[in-house]
């Protein structure tokens, strides 16, 4: 990568969002003199579109985002899905065949319509998600798999999420992708191929940026494939054991405005 990178992509949640999920002034700031300086910035994350919006009240302006761990590209200034990836309803029934086999008491919800609803069996925690028009049980599993999904979500208890994810993987073996984002025991199931990394190339392509001049932010698994990918990858000091050993570089925690700190040193716009 040259001294300046060509494009910023950043992660939400524990990279860029301080831990009570806001966004400092100062980050704020940061990312609208990158952009207005012609520097695209595009977050990428694993939240689906309907949680972008408590993200961009926090900003001088909406960005272009990955949602959906790569499944969905979103332009928010016209409201527009660029992109959708989703898993086909035979291909859900027949992961949803092979976990339930695999995993007792297992549980899950979709991210349908390129994640502006979500749909839920009836036992699946919801954690922080508030209930509302877009988010409701269904009544039967062959209602939960009948529609595309942009994302799959996987629930059984408290488990450890690392060791949950590879006993996911495991039973998949490669039918569809499987991560994790959170410390609670939740596993994301994509369609095989779909990933950060993926969904952030093909926005970068369109903008005819190649991946060594990305310089890349993140915390969780679920950013190792884009943090792998890109020309330079960030850790922030909070981030995943896993993260941590692939980043080119580490700065300080989500909590302390890591992210705005390594910008206002490589772009000088402290």
Known sequence: MGETPRLVATDIDGTLLRDDRTLSPRTAGVLAR???????????????????????????????AVCANGAVVYDPVNDEVL??????????????????????????????????????????????????????AVETPEELLAAPAVKLLARAGEQDPDAFVELVAGALQGLAEATHSSYSGLVEISAAGVTKAAGLAWYCARLGVDAEDVLAFGDMPNDVPMLAWAGRAVAVANAHRGVLEIAHEVTAANSEDGVAAYLEKIFDVG
């Open 34 to 64: 990158i952009a207005a300086r012609g520097t695209p910035v595009v977050l990428v994350t694993g939240r689906p579109i309907r949680w972008l919006r408590m993200v961009y009240e926090q900003l001088a302006e909406p960005l272009p």
């Open 83 to 136: 992109r959708a990836d989703p898993l086909a309803p035979e291909l859900l029934a027949e992961v949803a065949r092979r976990l339930r086999a695999e995993v007792p008491g297992i549980s899950f919800a979709v991210e349908i319509t390129d994640s502006r609803q979500m749909r839920h069996e009836a036992h699946y925690p919801l954690r922080w998600d508030a209930d509302h028009d877009a988010i409701r």
